[in-house]
């Protein structure tokens, strides 16, 4: 399926430092717009990084950049040059990270909820 793991959790999971398999997958997922970036990519189709730049108000280059780069490590995206000028580069889920979709949509269908019901108890604004 996928080859490829980030270092850091690859030397974890050497080490048995995960307590269990909850805590990889939220190590794989977590970090700032992780999850957000796999639900667009996930639902949407491919994007190129300037259409995802565009998703996130006053969030850096650097920072989506490096979210790509750790997804990528670890086999959930995969990024598509195309041999045209000027080169066009596509991000898009991989087999592996369209495993994770489900559990993303999941994640937004909770979380839809639940600002509803905090809504509805007048506990945040409408």
Do not use: A
Request: aromatic content about 8%; proline content about 4%; charged content about 30%.
């Amino acid at each position: 399926m996928c080859e490829t793991l980030r270092e850091s959790v690859k030397k974890k999971l050497e080490n048995d430092d995960y307590y269990c398999e909850k805590e990889l997958t939220l190590s794989i997922i977590s970090g700032k717009y992780k999850v957000v970036i796999l639900w667009h990519l996930g639902v949407e189709g491919p994007h190129r990084f300037s259409d995802l730049e565009r998703l996130f108000d006053n969030v850096s280059h650097k920072t989506i950049s490096n979210q790509l780069k750790e997804l990528m490590d670890d086999g959930i995206v995969s990024r598509k040059v195309y041999p045209e000028m000027p080169p066009k580069v596509e991000y898009s889920v991989t087999e592996l990270g369209q495993t994770l979709v489900p559990i993303v949509e999941m994640m937004y269908t909770w979380g839809k909820q639940r600002i509803s019901q905090l809504k509805e108890e007048g506990l945040i604004g409408s």
